[in-house]
């Protein structure tokens, strides 16, 4: 008899990710954290606000803009509140703005840690169905994903891939980045999804 399962994945950041830059006080090119604070200044009704990074090495500050010089009457004013009190998800949701962060520093390091929170949902068939979600993007890669999620090597998810038995919806290639809502279908018995 086989049972049917549908699971969902959230991928959960532990971290905010590292940025690259010149430290002006090391003289090179080195790692820098998010202090997980803003900085805000307003002079009269100009407002400018800066996400502040710290360097590994020195703590010197490199403060990446997140408004300049905006008048403060175009600011929504819970927004600002969230700038004041350095609301967590605000910091994040600029600190994971990937591709604007790599426009302003050396490099974006987006190997950060991650937790996996596993939900079972239903089931009715032999296969398996897991629907990935997240609230942050770090470009993870989806064949690295399945081998953490199935405990098996990169290669072997290669090969389940090219057989069949693990698909994609929708198909995209295996080697991409992981996208929000992406179901992984396992076709057969041999993961029971409850290691
Ligand atoms: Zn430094």
Not at 1 to 9: A, C, K, Q, R
Not at 25 to 46: G, L, W
Request: include cysteine; hydrophobic fraction near 35%.
């Amino acid at each position: 008899m086989s049972i049917n399962n549908l699971f969902t994945y959230e991928i959960i950041a532990q971290e905010t990710p590292y940025i690259n830059r010149n430290c002006s006080k090391c003289k090179t090119n080195t790692e820098f954290y998010c202090s997980e604070k803003f900085r805000v200044n307003a002079n009269q009704k100009i407002v400018d606000i800066w996400l502040i990074y710290n360097c590994k090495h020195c703590e010197g500050t490199w403060n990446y803009p997140i408004l300049s010089r905006v008048n403060i009457n175009k600011i929504d004013s819970m927004l600002i509140q969230k700038f004041m009190n350095n609301d967590k998800e605000t910091i994040w949701y600029y600190a994971f703005q990937i591709s604007k962060l790599r426009k302003q520093c050396n490099g974006v390091n987006t190997d950060i840690r991650y937790e996996l929170r596993k939900e079972k949902l239903d089931s009715l068939s032999n296969k398996v169905t897991i629907k990935l979600c997240y609230k942050y993007d770090f470009g993870l890669r989806i064949d690295k994903l399945i081998a953490e999620i199935f405990g098996i090597s990169r290669s072997k998810v290669n090969k389940l891939s090219q057989n069949g038995t693990i698909l994609l919806n929708p198909k995209i290639n295996m080697k991409s980045k992981v996208i929000d809502d992406l179901q992984i279908t396992v076709m057969g018995d041999w993961y029971d999804g409850s290691s």
